[in-house]
Nanobody, 123 residues
């Protein structure tokens, strides 16, 4: 399995931007598809974005399409989530995830999870 550590969360005003990073340990990072999920208080964890191991394909939830961009750098064992035009409803804990299949949009099928990073968008 791969170990994941997120960073880059914080407080931002509506309309602003944040970039999340997820650093992975392990030599097999490039063989995993990577995802971002999020969980707001009182809600279930939901899919945000996914990227295939080669970065040749990406997949987004409708709620973030056109505003968020997922990318990865296999040389640095890192996956990113660029979040633009943020809305208060984007407030959640954001989790980095790794999977052996692509795209995975169901949390129960994820192989490895990070600890999460809080994103708060004020109105």
């Amino acid at each position: 399995q791969v170990q994941l550590v997120e960073s880059g969360g914080g407080l931002v005003q509506a309309g602003g931007s944040l970039r999340l990073s997820c650093a992975a340990s392990g030599r097999t990072f490039s063989s995993y598809a990577m995802e971002w999920f999020r969980q707001a208080p009182g809600k279930e964890r939901e899919f945000v974005a996914a990227i295939v191991w080669s970065a040749s394909s990406t997949h987004y939830a409708d709620s973030v399409k056109g505003r968020f961009t997922i990318s990865r750098d296999n040389a640095k064992n890192t996956v990113y989530l660029q979040m633009d035009s943020l809305k208060p409803e984007d407030t959640a804990v954001y989790y980095c995830a790794a999977s052996t299949l692509y795209p995975i949009t169901t949390p129960r099928l994820i192989n490895s999870w990070g600890q999460g990073t809080q994103v708060t968008v004020s109105s």
